[in-house]
């Protein structure tokens, strides 16, 4: 069994990672290919780096993302938790089938943040890359 996590609005998945206020949490079985139970979650409030550590607590072995920044995927890299592309506004069930079907092979790419010069994060995430 494992447990695949999507950052959601709406049932769909959300466009940037950073700036999600609910995951859904898919229990799956990966040599049935069959999901097995769908629940939404709500995370803690964002901050650096939480939501990475929050999600290996709450079981996730595999995240899928519309866009993400590169500090997140390292963080998710050492949480030991696979990230793959989805498409931003594909359905909870259409994205966890096209993984446990093998067909979420790409890991995202990073997007650029904007940071000021103290360091602080400014919440500007636009990104103008296929996240296929």
């Given at each position: 069994m494992i447990t695949i996590?999507?950052?959601t609005s709406e049932g769909r998945?959300?466009?940037h990672f950073g700036g999600?206020?609910?995951?859904?949490?898919?229990?799956?079985?990966?040599?049935q290919r069959k999901i097995v139970s769908i629940r939404p979650v709500t995370p803690p409030p964002h901050a650096p780096g939480l939501f990475p550590r929050?999600?290996?607590?709450?079981?996730a072995n595999v995240i899928?993302?519309?866009g993400i920044g590169g500090r997140a995927l390292a963080i998710f890299a050492q949480e030991g938790i696979e990230v793959?592309?989805?498409e931003p506004g594909a359905t909870v069930e259409a994205l966890a089938t096209a993984y446990l079907a093998g067909r979420l092979v790409n890991e995202p790419a990073g997007c650029a943040h904007h940071h000021d010069a103290e360091g602080g994060h400014e919440h500007h995430h636009h990104c103008d890359h296929d996240h296929q």
């Amino acid at each position: 069994m494992i447990t695949i996590a999507i950052p959601t609005s709406e049932g769909r998945l959300h466009g940037h990672f950073g700036g999600c206020r609910e995951f859904t949490l898919v229990q799956a079985d990966p040599e049935q290919r069959k999901i097995v139970s769908i629940r939404p979650v709500t995370p803690p409030p964002h901050a650096p780096g939480l939501f990475p550590r929050w999600l290996r607590e709450q079981g996730a072995n595999v995240i899928i993302v519309g866009g993400i920044g590169g500090r997140a995927l390292a963080i998710f890299a050492q949480e030991g938790i696979e990230v793959r592309a989805g498409e931003p506004g594909a359905t909870v069930e259409a994205l966890a089938t096209a993984y446990l079907a093998g067909r979420l092979v790409n890991e995202p790419a990073g997007c650029a943040h904007h940071h000021d010069a103290e360091g602080g994060h400014e919440h500007h995430h636009h990104c103008d890359h296929d996240h296929q």
